[in-house]
Structure formats: C-alpha cells, structure tokens
C-alpha cells in the first residue's frame, strides 16, 4: 500500500534537532530528548508517511524530487546552539527560490522557529516571509495560561478556520519558550494558534498557515513542541500528524477535479463499432430485452448484430483470457437474432463470464449481454461494457482476512448508455436468462463510487461550512485514495450481510417487505463496518480513518439526496445517522454551519451499531410481522413519520389479520420525508447530484 506522502526532513543546514537518536545523544548527552526527533518521525510513519532525511547539500530542483513535504527544523550558529554541524543555518537566495517553486508547484513546507530567532544566525525568516508569515524577535511568557506552572511553556488558544480544522482532536497544546510569528499586510496566512490575552505579548501569533501557489506552509514559532521530550504531552503530537496531513494535501487538492487520460478503447476501432451497435439495436427493444417486428426492421437488427459480432471478435485477442465467454457469448446473440429477436437469453455466457477467478490488478474484461443496470436503465437492453480489476496487493492480503470470494472491484474503460446513469455495480442478477444463473461474483465500480463521493462531500463541505480535518480533506481530494477507501469498504460491508445474527437478510432471501428493513440492513452493515475500522487501526492500517469518512460523509450528503424519494433505502439510512448524532450530540446543525465532536461521533456510531443488532438479536424470537414493526418504532423514534403514514398509527390501523403484501402495500412511498436539514440540502445540491451521473475518475 502506497504511502500517504513522503517527508524530508531538513539535517544539513546546521539543525539543533536530530531525528537520529543516536546523534541526539552526542548533541545533548545529559538531555538526548531535548535534542530529538526521532519520535516526530516514529509518529509520521505510524501515520503513514515515508520518511527520510536531507543529509547534506543546498536545496536544489533534484534534491526535492519526490518529495511531498519539506520539513526545516530549527538552526542555529555553534556559538549559540550545539548543532548537527553540517552546512549553513544561512539558505541561499538559490535555495529560497527553489523551497519557494517548490512549495508552488504543490509541495508542503513546515518551519520551525524559536524564541529570539535573529541571534541564532539563520534566515528562515527570509523564507517565511516569501509566504507572508515573518519570524519575530521575542519570547512569549504567561504567568496563567502555562503548562506545568512554567510561565515560558505557554499554552496556546486554538483557532478555528471553515477551510481546514489543525485543531482535530487537539484539546490543548504547549509552547515551550516560544517566538511569536507576525503577518504580513495583504498576506492571506490564517493564524492557527496564538498565546492568551494574559500572556507577554498577548494574543500574539504562534502557528500560522497559508496556501502558496498549489502548495501549503505552516509555520511555528517554537521547535520544541515537536521534540522528544514534549511531543508526547497534551495533543502535541495529533497538532504534528494534523499539520503534516494538511500541508502535504496540497497536491492532491489541487489535483482534485483533473480528470484521468481517456482510454485506448476511446479510439478503438472495434470498440467504437461495438459501442455503436449496441446502441443502435437498443431503441428496438422493450422492457424484457426483446424486438417487436411488428414495430421494428428485423433486418436492421440482423445488420446491427453482424456488427456486434464483428467488433466482439476483432476485440478477442485483447481479450484472450476470455476466449470461452467471449466464444459463447456470440452464439447467444446469433440465437438471439435467429430467433426472432424474443426475450434473450445469455445464461450460457454468463455462466462462463468469470472475472472473479482472475482477480489479479489491472486484468481487462469485456462484457456483452442484455441486462438492466441498477439504479439506471431498467430494461434488460443490450450493453457492452469493458472494465478493469482493482486488485492491488494489499487488497488481495486483506481479501484472506474478510473473505469474500465472489467480490471484484473494477474501474471502467468503456462503457455503452445503460452505464452513462448512476449505476455503479455489475451483478450477474441482472443479465437476461432463462433460469437463475448461480451467482459467482459481484462487481462494485470504486472509480464511480470514490468520484462520486468526492463530488458530493465537497459541495456539502462549501454549503455547510464544514472545516474538514486533514485526514478527511485528503480523502475527499484524492481519487486513487478514495477508491482503496472504498474497495475496502465494500469489502469488509459485503460479507457482513451473512455475520451475526441475522434472523433474515432481505439481499439473500427474495421476498418483499418494508423497505427500511432494507435500509436497516445496509445500515448495519455500514455501522458494523465502521466499528470494524478500529480493529484496522489497532493494525496499523492507514486506511480505517478514511473509511469512517467515507462512511460518515457518503451517507449523511450523499444518500438521503440521491433518486426518487419512493422507498428510499439507502436515503433512509443516512437519516437515521443524522439523527441519532443530532440527538446525542455528536454533531449540530446552527448558524447554517454543520460541526462535529469528532470523538461524539465515533462514540455514537458505535453505539447506534449496538442499537441496530440488538434489534436483530431480538428479532429472532418475534415474527416477522413483530419484527418489522420493531424495526419501524426503531425508525420512527429517530425519522419523523409522514403525517399520513397508515404504519405510524400502530397496529390496530394495519392489515395484520391479512396477506403480508397488504401490510407492505400500506407503506407510503415517502414514508420518512427528509427533514429541514435533508430539504436544505436537496435543495442545494442537486445540480451537484445531477453531475455525478456517468462520472467515472
């Protein structure tokens, strides 16, 4: 799994810090912590970040090659400091302008000053200021707001800003002798973290940050926050991990909208002759995938067919792990047109279509059939798609954990109009046959579902002036992100429809019913895959924190506003987070401005999860018709009821002596209208919405 960024850490212009404890030690022998930051490092890798050092050498295009992050670590002359001893605490004006195009070209940089800068004989100061943030002569000092009753170990007030929020799981924080940090007039530097009214000088800048060019920089005014021996007290460390989150974000946001290269199949010949076959011979077609020749010229068809099956073979030998489907899959559409054009019938194919036996990355299929796509065309018209495998080999390594054999993730290559929706899945259930086909494998397209989400969050995160923590900005910025995100996501959520107690699964069992006992199930699955996350992180994976954005973020903007509000799943889902956070706290809604107590949340959502199983675990010795009107108290305690909501005047207004059909029949289609927050946003989002279809990466 690749690596969040890769940080460069400044050894070579006379640094008084080492992130070599070893030559912290000979630094300061009596104090080594005083002098190191071995564990500034130790906690950036645990983070996810590479990691290395800049020895010796200027600053230079080539020695900032592959780097994400500049880190310059305070510096000082020998006669003030005891220093690594290697170069200059000087930058040339070579090495300014370098850090500077560097920085604009989308890199991150992070100073650290001190207390009384000028007299330690550098000029990181002559740098700052390139980005409108100067590193001022003092030292700070506060008799009430100090850490250990040490007047020069301030504490700092934190500032909130709506574009990113440094302060993430950051309660407090300690300056240990301090400068103080001065903007520039015009500048457009934000101010992080200042010293308190009581404090010499007071209310004074301590940490601030701006965006240059692409790039980000965050400067301190102290260097021993993040040493050795101060890193682990108060949040010092989480204020560390948050800043080289942000700063190394600035690529990736301003990459964010740029739309991958077209694929070769965008000037396929043979593609191209398919793709426009296919969409020829799909106005023909009604509901069940057949051509009435009352209405149509069956010899149009048979031409349009030849076409097909032209394209299918000239396209074989790309294809040649699929010689067996793709053989069968032409005789099913020549049977198809030699008979008539009636209902068609692709079992034979599909039983040979068998992606999930070559799960290996990036391995290419081709897919013909007649089928509906889910949640966009409903008719089974005929449609080609070509799609890649998603199979990295870190997702093949947690596959043996949450086992799920029939799971395949794929991105597309190309597509035909039944994709050009909001489809984002290919399920065997939907092809065209004549019996039910057994079903091996299930494919979820993370580069629609990842571009999607991103589109979406975004445009809430601007609507709701929500700030975002760095952790959540990356993910909502980075599309290859995002879609690990969420193939693991899917994932661990797939197999849990068939873990725990389940007195019944309605995506496993065919039968009708209530459809928030649908949305109950996939919100299960999501809240158990949320709590989940915290085993994963407990592991060291990285990516358990983006699922529970991911998560969090797609269900609460995302859901409750996409398709019709008829029975709404999915939607229903969304609100009932919503509302369980709302009522306990762990997020609110004032000012127009939607925040979260980030460690509510956590709390809250696992909790919920509890809520949901023990409704499950109960369920098992009711009825059905018992369960299900479990499940809607469940519901409604959270969800407001539609005022004319049958369900919601108990059981003496339903058919319960009836058929169950009759008992569903009195659902209405809205059953759970969206509430004033839900309005808000459908109201201002759905352009974005709108966008989202046919979205690929």
């Keep these: 799994m690749q690596k969040i960024a890769q940080i460069l850490i400044d050894q070579s212009h006379r640094q008084a810090w080492s992130i070599d404890a070893d030559k912290a030690k000979e630094l300061n022998p009596g104090n080594p912590q005083d002098s190191g930051y071995s564990k500034l490092v130790a906690s950036a890798e645990a983070s996810g970040f590479g990691v290395r050092s800049h020895q010796s050498g200027t600053f230079s295009k080539e020695s900032l090659s592959g780097v994400d992050v500049l880190v310059i670590p305070h510096a000082s002359e020998d006669d003030w400091e005891k220093t690594l001893g290697e170069g200059s605490p000087k930058l040339t004006s070579d090495e300014i302008s370098v850090v500077k195009d560097f920085v604009n070209a989308g890199g991150g940089l992070v100073v650290l000053g001190e207390s009384e800068q000028p007299k330690y004989g550098n000029n990181f100061s002559e740098l700052t200021e390139q980005f409108g943030i100067k590193i001022a002569n003092a030292t700070v000092q506060d008799s009430e707001n100090n850490f250990k009753g040490v007047a020069t170990w301030v504490l700092a007030d934190l500032k909130k800003s709506f574009e990113f929020d440094l302060g993430f799981k950051v309660e407090q924080t300690a300056f240990y002798r301090s400068g103080v940090l001065e903007i520039k007039d015009g500048s457009d530097a934000q101010v992080i973290a200042t010293s308190s009214s009581a404090a010499t000088p007071s209310e004074a800048a301590l940490v601030a940050a701006t965006n240059f060019g692409k790039g980000r920089v965050v400067v301190l005014a102290d260097s021993d926050i993040f040493g050795d021996d101060s890193i682990d007290e108060l949040d010092n460390k989480n204020f560390w991990i948050n800043i080289a989150s942000w700063v190394s974000g600035g690529k990736a946001a301003a990459l964010a909208q740029t739309k991958k290269d077209p694929s070769w199949a965008a000037t396929d010949p043979s593609w191209l002759k398919l793709a426009a076959a296919v969409e020829a011979i799909k106005p023909m077609q009604i509901k069940d995938g057949s051509i009435d020749s009352t209405q149509h010229d069956l010899a149009e068809a048979n031409k349009q067919i030849g076409f097909v099956l032209e394209a ?161 900005e990356r993910v909502v910025n980075d599309q290859y992100l995002a879609q690990e995100t969420y193939v693991l996501w899917d ?205 690929t990466a």
């Design 312 to 472: 299918i073979t000239e396209l074989t030998p790309r294809f040649s792990h699929q010689v067996d489907y793709l053989t069968q899959v032409k005789k099913d559409i020549q049977a198809w047109a030699d008979g008539g054009f009636k209902v068609p019938d692709f079992y034979d194919s599909l039983e040979l279509f068998r992606p999930d036996l070559k799960r290996e990355n990036n391995v290419e299929n081709l897919a013909v059939f007649a089928m509906y796509t889910q949640n966009g065309n409903p008719n089974r018209n005929l449609e080609a798609v070509i799609t890649n495998t998603f199979w990295p080999d870190w997702l093949a390594e947690k596959e043996q954990v949450y086992q799920n054999s029939a799971f395949v993730p794929i991105e597309f290559v190309a597509f035909t109009s039944g994709y050009d929706t909001f489809s984002a899945v290919f399920f065997p259930e939907t092809v065209a046959t004549r019996e039910l086909a057994k079903f091996y494998w299930g494919g979820i397209f993370c580069d629609r579902e990842a571009a999607r989400f991103r589109m979406v969050t975004r445009a809430a995160q601007k609507l709701l002036f929500l700030p975002l923590p760095p952790d959540a």
């Design 491 to 695: 994932l661990i959520h797939d197999r849990t429809h068939s873990k725990g107690d389940l007195p019944f699964d309605p995506f496993m069992i065919k039968q009708r019913m209530p459809f928030w006992m649908y949305a109950l199930e996939e919100l299960r699955c999501d809240l158990s895959t949320f709590r989940e996350t915290f085993v994963l992180d407990e592991q060291g994976e990285r990516l358990g924190k983006y699922i529970r954005y991911a998560i969090l973020f797609d269900r609460l903007f995302r859901f409750p506003i996409t398709g019709p509000r008829v029975r709404n799943y999915d939607g229903l889902g969304g609100q009932i987070i919503f509302s369980y956070l709302h009522r306990h706290g762990g997020l609110k809604w004032t000012d127009n401005k939607l925040t979260f107590d980030w460690d509510l949340v956590n709390e809250q959502i696992v909790a919920l999860c509890g809520e949901v199983e023990s409704l499950y675990h109960d369920g098992i010795d009711r009825s059905r018709v018992a369960q299900w009107m479990a499940s809607y108290d469940f519901v409604s305690d959270l969800v407001q009821p539609h005022p004319a909501s049958t369900w919601a005047k108990g059981p003496d207004a339903l058919p319960v002596e009836g058929e169950l059909k009759e008992m569903v029949n009195a659902v209405l289609d809205d059953e759970f209208p969206l509430n004033v927050f839900f309005d808000t946003l459908n109201r201002n989002l759905q352009d974005v919405i709108a966008s989202t279809k046919g979205v």
